[in-house]
């Protein structure tokens, strides 16, 4: 796995050591994804940047163990005045939180007022998912927008894995090469190194097989699948630029992105009479909860064609 981009801490050298550390553990024992190590990253250098003004000082691990909640309150507000949404604040909390916990679990300090904060109320909202018709003209389009005829095979075939099958982008992007001939089954190793096994359409197994045959690059079995001009696991940037440039070009969504394919696998499931329960063991949600905002989803669809079709809901 890719290292996170390496960011410069306002920190002391046994803060510097603790997060190095930290950050080993979740990217090889808990095989965090790149993006998540990438905004643990920058929740913790924006926390050492305030407490470098708040202390006078670089903090070091016995000005953390000394901090109270009003420090950690601080933080927050600082970030809430520069316009910051609650989920952004509450997903730097949550790193926090999982910081402090390394440094007492490792020995190196606690601080108990971090667990006892309240984070922000985040306004709960809904999955972005596309319509049915523009999901497919996605898929039938991705393979029209580059002139090499293997990238293009390459980007429709990740774009029908999330809509196919309902993978996260990190996840096929972490496809390795041995992968391929897809079968009927194939084992998605998620969030948290938990495994789930996804059954595969034909046109999942079309699209990847269409992309093997075309790709120049001689891959080994552990190689990843899907690779870049130079041979190199693709990177995700690549993929939602890919899916900018189709949004911009068919005039669709500013929500048509790489996550709302996923969304949109599920939301059109649960719309043709699927289980909630069998989309939640798909998707790979530890918690039915998170399953449930599709429901959502669906009910504000028919609320919207009754607005749009019944007689009496017109003004």
């Known amino acids: 796995m890719a290292d996170p981009p390496t960011l410069s801490f306002a920190a002391a050298d046994d803060v510097q050591r603790a997060i190095a550390a930290w950050h080993a553990r979740l990217a090889d024992e808990r095989r965090a994804a790149v993006h998540t190590l990438s905004n643990y990253s920058r929740d913790l250098a924006a926390f050492f940047v305030f407490l470098q003004d708040h202390l006078g000082g670089r903090a070091s691990l016995a000005d953390l163990a000394a901090l109270k909640p009003a420090d950690f309150r601080g933080f927050l507000a600082k970030r809430a005045a520069k316009g910051l949404k609650p989920a952004s604040n509450a997903r730097a909390l949550s790193t926090l939180r999982g910081f402090f916990r390394h440094l007492a679990r490792e020995g190196l300090g606690s601080n108990p007022h971090i667990a006892a904060l309240r984070g922000p109320k985040i306004p709960r909202s809904l999955p972005k998912a596309l319509n049915a018709d523009d999901a497919r003209l996605v898929l039938d389009e991705a393979e029209k927008i580059d002139a090499l005829p ?89 993929v939602q630029k890919r899916l900018r440039d189709l949004r911009v070009q068919l005039g669709l969504p500013e929500k048509t992105t790489p996550h709302a394919l996923r969304h949109s696998f599920a939301t059109h499931l649960l719309g043709a009479g699927a289980d909630l329960r069998a989309i939640q063991e798909l998707l790979g949600h530890a918690s039915l909860s998170t399953t449930q905002r599709y429901t959502d989803v669906d009910a504000q669809r028919l609320l919207d064609v009754y607005a749009a079709a019944h007689p009496r809901a017109r003004p």
Not at 164 to 183: F, Q, V
Not at 217 to 230: K, S, T
Request: hydrophobic share 45%; charged share 30%.
């Open 150 to 238: 293997w990238i293009a095979a390459r980007d429709r075939a990740v774009l029908t894995l999330l809509y196919g099958a309902g993978l996260r982008i990190d996840e096929a992007l972490g496809l390795p090469r041995k992968a391929a001939p897809l079968g009927e089954m194939l084992r998605i190793l998620g969030k948290g190194k938990k495994a789930r096994d996804v059954p595969i359409l034909a046109a999942c197994r079309d699209a990847v097989e269409a992309y093997t045959k075309l790709c120049p690059h001689r891959l080994g079995p552990n190689d990843a699948l899907f690779v870049g001009v130079r041979g190199r696991r693709l990177k995700a940037g690549i």
